[in-house]
């Protein structure tokens, strides 16, 4: 799995990556296009769903209920919600305080506080610096792709899932803003050394686009934050019309399931992108009409690919509209909803799971490629472009 420390809060409960959390909140807002027909006798996965529904308006229920008793005590309804997400046993229920939600909503601006750095988890555990942010405080230290970190503020990172590495370089939102100190032990070529950098506040670069030798683009979205969907169909626009395009979704924590479904109306003449259930409705998720469906297109995925990125993968190659190439998708695809506290802070609960076209749940599961690659996916993907062939 990959990261950067714009993506990962640090959560009260639990960790992962907190920015796929937004996925719930969205859909929540009225994401949704249309709504699916519910069927007139009740399955035993319809059964199942009722309960867990259930489930989920007695786990918001006892949240809220810690919570006023909190309030009415003199204490933290914060606090109080954290004991009552723990015990709900929910995987991604989170609790978080007002500071850090606020924060999300930056992010999706496309601003974070950080230090500008990308890493991935080897298989031995240790962690690697994929990317470096230009402009960064991490640049301006002449920290390097294929550095390895090694720890931060002397907590060891060898063997910490990526996301929780990632929450370490960003500190708690409320006590690091920008200008706070940050110390990384950092390994290159045997020689080591303690780099201390100041955070800062960075603007993402959501999107990248470049050309490789043989005509083929290839587009990168880092998440889905606020533009991206345009973003990638201006990019598609531009791109000459022989060679392909490349979609890089690797190391795409989520994001706004809108910008999502944006884009993937980019390739898609309109139809189904996504169905979804919350608190047991269900609901659908449409393409705009007028995609351009002739280039051929490749999408790169691993590990590090969430939620929302999984819901583009998952339409695309369900509507026949790409070869997914690269390793096992990260698997989220549960829908959380927030819930504002008494003192500000918020608690998501999961409410529902989305799947894709075809009707496959990606939540646990993931989306296995139609071919595995390393780190030779973008050449693999060259070589499935060019068996593809250029649009007639």
């Given amino acids: 799995m990959s990261g950067r420390d714009l993506f990962c809060q640090p959560r009260r409960i639990g960790r992962g990556a907190a920015l796929t959390l937004v996925f719930a909140s969205v859909l929540v807002a009225g994401a949704a296009t249309g709504s699916l027909p519910g069927p007139d006798r009740k399955s035993a996965a319809d059964a199942a769903r009722s309960a867990a529904t259930a489930s989920s308006h007695d786990d918001k229920t006892a949240v809220a209920r810690a919570a006023a008793e909190a309030l009415a005590d003199g204490k933290s309804p914060m606090e109080a919600a954290e004991r009552a997400v723990s015990r709900s046993g929910d995987r991604w229920g989170a609790v978080y305080s007002q500071g850090e939600y606020e924060e999300f909503q930056e992010a999706l601006d496309g601003q974070y506080t950080g230090v500008g750095l990308w890493a991935r988890r080897e298989r031995d555990g240790r962690i690697e ?17 294929g550095d390895r970190l090694c720890t931060v503020d002397g907590r060891k990172a060898d063997g910490l899932p990526v996301t929780e590495v990632v929450s370490l370089l960003r500190g708690d939102a409320d006590d690091a803003p920008a200008g706070t100190a940050v110390a990384l032990g950092m390994e290159r070529g ?50 000459p019309a022989t060679g392909g395009i490349i979609l890089d ?7 706004l399931v809108t910008e999502a479904v944006t884009a993937a109306s980019t390739f898609l003449d309109g139809g189904l992108v996504a169905t979804y259930d919350v608190d047991g409705e269900q609901r659908a998720l449409h393409a705009d009409p007028g995609g351009d469906t002739a280039k051929p297109l490749v999408t790169l995925v691993d590990g590090g690919t969430m939620s929302a990125a999984e819901l583009l993968t998952g339409a695309l190659r369900d509507r026949g509209r790409t070869v997914v190439v690269g ?37 646990g599961r993931g989306i296995t490629p139609d071919l595995e690659a390393g780190r030779d996916a973008v050449q693999r993907a060259q070589t499935v472009l060019s068996g593809l062939g250029d649009p007639s």
């Fill in 327 to 363: 390793s096992r998708t990260f698997g989220k695809g549960s829908v959380q909803m927030p819930s504002r506290l008494p003192d500000g802070s918020v608690a998501e609960l999961t409410v529902g799971h989305y799947r894709t076209p075809s009707g496959r749940s990606v939540d």
């Fill in 129 to 145: 610096i994929t990317k470096v942010q230009s402009g960064s405080p991490a640049a301006a230290a002449g920290i390097r792709a």
């Fill in 249 to 255: 979704l690797r190391g795409n924590s989520g994001g």
């Fill in 190 to 239: 045997g020689r080591t050394w303690v780099e201390t950098l100041r955070r800062a506040r960075l603007s993402t670069d959501s999107v990248t686009v470049r050309r490789l030798a043989d005509g083929a683009t290839v587009i990168g979205i880092a998440a889905f934050t606020k533009g991206v969907g345009d973003a990638v169909r201006t990019a598609v626009r531009q791109a």
